[in-house]
T-cell receptor, first 109, second 114 residues
Framework: TQLLEQSPQFLSIQEGENLTVYCNSS?????LQWYRQEPGEGPVLLVT?????EVKKLKRLTFQFGDARKDSSLHITAAQPGDTGLYLC?????????FGTGTSLTVIP | NAGVTQTPKFQVLKTGQSMTLQCAQD?????MYWYRQDPGMGLRLIYY???????DKGEVPNGYNVSRLNKREFSLRLESAAPSQTSVYFC?????????????FGSGTQLSVL
């Protein structure tokens, strides 16, 4: 099992604030995905990053893969209540995806 | 387009009872997966099937069996349920199971073992 740490575990912010969540490991990954999960539903893919140092933007969400492909971050600009959910990172290694424990984000109107 | 369909949505079992969780996908995907999600533990892979006719153990296979009935269906069986198997179970599928692929998830089965 890969040691994978997501931080913070919980985050509660006001609408309009910015935030960053992190996904860290001591292992090198060939790629990494970020998913968002809403209560009572399965996770939904947000982005896949493949190249060390890669930055991808999805509207107000910015994803970065670390240069050494061991870590990743998700930055949300001007958070909105619709961003509320559990954010999971899922690095790919070997022949399967491993999921982190997630960051539970609550955006208060 | 239904995507990945799981049944049942909720289930309560007594210790020692058996049950099968059903999963079907209509996207013609080759690979299918079963995960369990527990508070503070994230999603952990139980079993996966890279293609029809094959199954492999994941991170936490003990106490479970799987059957890839055909390309569409992948079932998870608990032969003798234990309280430690109380969890939310998710089935997922992907086109070929290789890196960069998108996993499509069902909406989950909430299982309680008393």
């Amino acid at each position: 099992t890969q040691l994978l740490e997501q931080s913070p575990q919980f985050l509660s912010i006001q609408e309009g604030e910015n935030l960053t969540v992190y996904c860290n490991s001591s292992s090198v990954f060939s790629s990494l995905q970020w998913y968002r999960q809403e209560p009572g539903e399965g996770p939904v893919l947000l982005v896949t990053v493949v190249t060390g140092g890669e930055v991808k933007k999805l509207k107000r969400l910015t994803f970065q893969f670390g240069d050494a492909r061991k870590d990743s971050s998700l930055h949300i600009t001007a958070a909105q209540p619709g961003d509320t959910g559990l954010y999971l990172c899922a690095p790919y290694t070997g022949n399967q995806f491993y999921f982190g424990t997630g960051t539970s984000l609550t955006v208060i109107p | 387009n239904a995507g990945v369909t799981q049944t049942p949505k909720f289930q309560v079992l007594k210790t020692g009872q058996s049950m099968t969780l059903q999963c079907a996908q209509d996207m013609n995907h080759n690979s299918m997966y079963w995960y369990r999600q527990d508070p503070g533990m994230g999603l952990r892979l139980i079993y996966y099937s890279a293609s029809e006719g094959t199954t492999d153990k994941g991170e936490v296979p003990n106490g479970y069996n799987v059957s890839r009935l055909n390309k569409r269906e992948f079932s998870l069986r608990l032969e003798s349920a234990a309280p430690s198997q109380t969890s939310v179970y998710f089935c997922a599928s992907s086109e070929t199971g290789t890196t960069n692929e998108k996993l499509f998830f069902g909406s989950g089965t909430q299982l309680s073992v008393l």
